[in-house]
């Protein structure tokens, strides 16, 4: 026992011992220059496609200059329920960076790295990225031989490259028409192609679907030339000349677009339609009239419409003209060059073209059974006006606009007299026309860039006043987006 108590004495004197030695393990420490990183300015919010600017305060426990510091801004998607790429903004000391991602809740990181230890900080900021594009005029363009959108924003802003900024893996070469749909209070977007059509998000323009979702049966040809929706329940495509139309609300279940509708009096697909239409009052609204929509068979050079008082929307022949009528709408025997909405709600001014160049102003109410109103020979008191090929009506008096030989006429309907009211500069051309009750609206191409003025109509309706815009490309299709 003795024997063992001395053992463990000695033990014990040796680890004191040993512990009484000095450490010099620590003797070849670093001193780690800690960092500390403010910021109070930084912006919590920023619209889409605005500068951010962040210029943060970075304090050193041991650094005097900032010469061994490396930086990296990213930007981070907040909603962990919605996974987006994480994008990697800068590797600069200060932010200063267009912000073109979605609308969202995001968090930029900064991060910054001792590059002599290679210790690492970083520092959060909150931000909201808010929509910008939530009302303007969005232009569909073809650009470098794909095609793209810009929004002129009611400010006068423009911005280019927004589809092609927020899509960029998404090719629209061959544009046709943009477009906005408000199904019972839900808008959506659409963008058409010659041989494709997009659904985009409405507020953030992202690419929900394409025209292969939207059918029961895929079209085995997809040409689109018009889309239209003209009621909360009914919207239309006119692919390759035939009728593809969608009936929405009163059932459950998917609503997709039904195959083409034959054509009346058993002539099936065999018909090829303009792409223009005149839209009637809809179903159960108290209309007086069946013609949900009036559209024009380029072959046998006549008017049908849609009977969509069901479910089941159908292609119904109009019955011979009554006594007074002005013509016969099965009929025509020309060819249609432009149809326009005027100045009453469901009257309608149809331009057809005879054999000899001739133009004729065909009016018709769509909310009438005896629908014919009106028809007069444009050309025999305005022959000036032969050969125009962009024509829109006035919304608020009996007029219409042409464009012809680089000039823009005010033709007066009442009278048939004709008047130039705008020249436009040498070398450019009208791509696109469309007419509001405050303005017409007026694409240009002049070879290698477009533009696109605004004229504000006088209550006589002459120009007023008149605004540019220039950096498009050449524009196909305009339409105006509300909130």
């Given amino acids: 026992m003795k024997t063992n108590i001395s053992l463990i004495y000695t033990l014990l004197l040796a680890m004191i011992l040993t512990a009484c030695v000095k450490d010099k393990s620590n003797d070849g420490f670093l001193d780690i220059n800690t960092i500390l990183i403010s910021d109070s300015t930084a912006p919590k919010s920023l619209l889409q496609f605005d500068t951010l600017k962040i210029n943060p305060a970075i304090a050193q426990l041991h650094g005097s200059g900032e010469s061994d510091l490396a930086f990296e801004w990213s930007l981070h998607q907040n909603d962990v329920t919605d996974p987006y790429p ?15 991602v979605r609308p969202g809740i995001y968090r930029v990181v900064y991060k910054v790295t001792v590059k002599s230890t290679g210790v690492t900080y970083f520092h959060f900021f909150p931000l909201t990225v808010i929509n910008r594009f939530s009302e303007g005029w969005l232009t ?26 927020i899509n960029p893996e998404v090719n629209i070469s061959n544009p046709v028409q943009v477009d906005v749909s408000n199904s019972y209070g839900v808008k959506k977007l659409y963008l058409f192609t010659k041989n494709n059509g997009l659904e985009l998000d409405y507020t953030e323009m992202v690419k929900v679907s394409d025209y292969t979702s939207w059918f029961w049966e895929t079209p085995v040809a997809f040409q689109p030339q018009l889309y239209k929706r003209i009621s909360d329940g009914t919207s239309f495509i006119i ?5 593809n139309v969608r009936v929405e609300g009163g059932f459950p279940g998917d609503v997709k677009y039904m195959n083409a509708l034959p054509y009346p009096d058993n002539k099936g697909d065999n018909y090829f339609l303009a792409p223009l239409v005149a839209v009637g009052p809809q179903p159960y609204t108290g209309g007086k009239s069946p013609y949900t929509a009036i559209i024009f068979d380029t072959r046998s050079k006549g008017f049908v419409y849609l009977s969509g ?21 099965r009929n025509i025997g020309m060819d249609m060059v432009s149809m326009d909405e005027g100045n009453v709600r469901f009257q309608h001014n149809a331009v057809f073209k005879d054999a000899g160049g001739e133009y004729y102003l065909y009016q018709f109410d769509a909310n009438s059974n005896n629908a014919s109103m009106s028809k007069q020979l444009i050309t025999d008191d305005a ?20 464009v012809n030989n680089g000039n823009i006429y005010l033709y007066d309907i009442p009278s048939g007299k004709a008047r130039v009211i705008y020249t436009l500069a040498g070398g450019e051309t009208v791509t696109y026309l469309t007419c509001t009750t405050k303005s017409l609206l007026v694409a240009t191409w002049n070879g290698t860039a477009g533009k696109v003025y605004n004229h504000s109509i006088s209550p006589l309706g002459d120009f007023a ?3 540019s815009f220039t ?6 299709s305009m339409v105006n987006k509300i909130p």
């Fill in 86 to 100: 994480i994008f990697i903004l800068d590797s600069t000391r200060n932010l200063r960076k267009n912000i073109d």
């Fill in 465 to 467: 006043a008149t605004k």
């Fill in 471 to 476: 950096g498009f490309g050449k524009i196909v």
């Fill in 140 to 165: 569909l363009e073809e650009e470098n031989g794909g095609g793209d959108l810009s929004i002129i924003l009611p400010t006068d802003t423009v911005f280019h490259h927004i589809f092609s900024s």
């Fill in 383 to 402: 022959p000036e006006l032969k050969g125009a090929a962009k024509i829109v009506s006035s919304k608020t008096l009996q007029q219409m606009y042409f």
């Fill in 239 to 243: 692919n390759n000349g035939l009728f």
């Fill in 309 to 329: 008082a069901s479910l089941v929307a159908s292609f119904a022949s109009f019955g011979a003209p009554a006594a007074g009528s002005a013509f016969d709408m």
